[in-house]
């Protein structure tokens, strides 16, 4: 059984930072492509972006230039790192996993609000 547990939100100033971690538990977590999501009060959950087993991020447009997506493969954790935040990136964020037979998991998600 798969687990995802994030950790790291919480309410930050606009301009600001924040660093979430995404913990997995589960077998094949290394050569999975995980990634991070996000929604809003009222919205659809949205794609924040995505890293695959060897490292390679790609980003929502929303993200490009102010978030990073890393992973430690040893410790089966990825981190969302988020500069410049502005209030429009409040959100609960979730993480994901894509087992490489196509199952999917998520997080319970961590609140990020960011005041103007």
């Known amino acids: 059984q798969v687990q995802l547990v994030e950790s790291g939100g919480g309410l930050v100033q606009a301009g600001g930072s924040l660093r979430l971690s995404c913990a997995a538990s589960?077998?094949?977590?290394?050569?999975?492509?995980m990634g991070w999501y996000r929604q809003a009060p009222g919205n659809q959950r949205e794609l924040v972006g995505t890293?695959?087993?060897?490292?390679?991020?790609n980003y929502a447009d929303s993200g490009k230039g102010r978030f990073t997506i890393s992973r430690d493969n040893a410790k089966n954790t990825i981190y969302l790192q988020m500069n410049n935040l502005e209030p429009e990136d409040t959100a609960v964020y979730y993480c994901?996993?894509?087992?490489?037979?196509?199952?999917?998991?998520w997080g319970q998600g961590t609140q990020v609000t960011v005041s103007s």
């Open positions: 994901n996993v894509v087992l490489p037979w196509g199952s999917q998991y």
């Open positions: 890293i695959t087993s060897g490292g390679r991020a």
């Open positions: 589960g077998s094949r977590i290394s050569i999975s492509v």
